[in-house]
Structures are given as C-alpha cells and as structure tokens.
C-alpha cells in the first residue's frame, strides 16, 4: 500500500508509525458506497454494498478488484450486530470479527469488537459521536474522525501500521451504518453536528 507512515503519540507516551485513510461515501439510488484514499490522495478500496434478504452487506475490495472484506449485517434486535468475514482468496468467508453496540450511556457510545486479531473497544469521544478511539488491550490502534460535506460523510481514519488496515476500515463503515445510516429506521441524526478534533488525541488533517 502506497500510504505515508507517520508516528503518533499514545497516553502512553510510545511512538506508533500508522497510515492514515480518508473514506468517502458516494450514495447512488438506495445504495450505499465508499471510496477509501490513502494519505497521498490515491484509492486504495473500493467499498459495495448489497441487499441480501433486506440485509444490507458490504464487500471491500482492492482497486484490482480482488475481495478483501465481507460484511454482514445481522439481524436487528436491541444490539446491532455486524460480522466482518475475510474475502481474500483463499480463505473466503472466514469469519474475522464480530461487533456489537452495547448500552448507551448519556449519549457515550461503545461498541465492542470479538476478532482473530483479538478484543477490540470503538468509543465516542464527544457527544455528537463524530470522533471515535479504537483500542486493543489498552492501546489505542486507531482513530476516527467524521466530517459532513453537502452530497456525502467523510471520515478520517489513522491506524496503527501492525494492524489489518481493511478489517480496522470495515469497522469504520460498519460504524457509519449503525450510527448515520438508518440501522432501525431512524434518520442521519448525527451527520450535521460539528467534529470535536481538539478532544482526539491524534489529529488528522486531510
């Protein structure tokens, strides 16, 4: 991947070389879709979604079109649930992750990640749920910030360079279906409120 590396600085005070992304959403008829840019401006995925049985998934794809992820919406109950699969040649369909939205409390959101790679915890940093921190065993892997321009969402995403860079940015679209995209019939009800970069602990500037 042709991504810049850049260190970034954890509470812990440890220098974490990652990549940062920039995913864009492109809404087309009832159809959900995301272009994924590295650091340098240049499309590294390609994200499709499908309705499978009124389940919206999603696959993520290289720019040579080879499978990368699957996403797999489960079905709706009180937690939202999502299973993230591997796409990959070879090793089709196995399943690499599972996520699930716990109980919000006073608007905290936090959701909970079972993986191969191991547990991960995706929570809010403000109110209005533009900012995210994802961590794994304590550390912080990545962070997320979303931004509202007329036609289309976009996020700003920078991810610890040891991490699956495409199983970290299916969590991120994931996030954007149960939060922004209508996951039990509620509307965008979050997309117009403004990013708090200053509460992130690392800043992106895409």
């Keep these: 991947m042709a991504s810049a590396m ?3 600085t954890d509470p812990n005070k440890q220098n974490i070389p990652t990549y940062r992304h920039q995913i864009r ?3 087309i008829l009832f159809a959900d879709n995301f272009t994924i840019k590295d650091e340098m401006g240049q499309d590294v ?8 049985s009124f389940q919206k998934n999603f696959h993520i794809e290289d720019m040579l079109g080879n499978g990368m992820i699957k996403i797999e919406q489960g079905f709706p109950h009180l937690h939202p649930t999502y299973n993230i699969l591997s796409a990959r040649h070879g090793d089709f369909c196995r399943q690499l992750g599972v996520l699930k939205q716990q109980f919000e409390l006073l608007f905290h959101k936090k959701f909970n990640i079972d993986s191969v790679y191991g547990q991960y915890c995706l929570e809010s940093l403000d109110i209005s749920a533009h900012s995210f921190i994802l961590t794994k065993n304590g550390r912080i892997v990545a962070t997320i910030n979303k931004t509202y321009f007329s036609t289309s969402d976009t996020y700003g995403v920078e991810i610890a360079a040891d991490e699956d860079q495409a199983f970290i940015l299916a969590i991120v679209i994931v996030l954007d279906q149960i939060l922004y995209n209508n996951y039990n019939g509620s509307n965008r ?7 708090n970069r200053n509460s992130n602990p690392f800043k992106l500037n895409f």
């Design 6 to 8: 850049y260190p970034l």
């Design 25 to 27: 959403e492109k809404i």
């Design 45 to 52: 995925y390609a994200v499709r979604s499908k309705i499978v």
């Design 189 to 195: 009800s979050f997309q117009l409120g403004s990013t």
